[in-house]
């Protein structure tokens, strides 16, 4: 993923997190908030549950993947609304068990949701 797509900086990170916009499957979680540049951004964590750094690295490299083609495409749901926003996806242990097509389906369904979530929805409790 090209920088320009990324959100890299806590300072990028909080507000989206903090946001009315919430997705949880199970194998990721997605948060979203109007963005102020011209693209939609994608930044990536990961969860606490999952152990050791190349189970961690595996998880972010497929969760990248997966936001590229869900998110970031030109027939990604949050494009076609016309709104950019600023999207973390955080990774659970469940994403390094499902076999990518899944995964792939699962964060088509959560940009699906996030693009058309109604913006009076307050948040609850995450998790």
């Known amino acids: 993923m090209k920088k320009r797509f990324r959100l890299r900086r806590h300072s990028e990170f909080q507000p ?5 916009r919430f997705h949880s499957g199970r ?3 997605g948060f979203a908030v109007p963005g102020s540049t011209a693209e ?3 930044g990536v964590a990961m ?8 189970q961690r690295n595996r998880a972010r ?16 749901p949050l494009h076609r609304v016309g709104i950019r926003y600023d ?7 469940r994403a390094l068990e499902m076999s990518f097509a899944e995964l792939k389906a699962e ?3 959560a940009a699906l949701r996030l693009a058309h979530m109604n913006a009076t929805i307050q948040p609850t409790n995450r998790l």
């Open 87 to 93: 999207v973390v996806l955080i990774a659970r242990r």
């Open 61 to 76: 490299r497929r969760l990248r993947e997966v936001a590229r083609n869900c998110f970031l495409g030109p027939d990604s």
């Open 27 to 29: 194998a990721l979680v």
């Open 16 to 20: 989206a997190m903090s946001g009315q």
């Open 47 to 54: 969860s606490k549950q999952i152990k050791g750094a190349v």
């Open 107 to 109: 964060a088509s369904l």
């Open 40 to 42: 939609n951004r994608v």
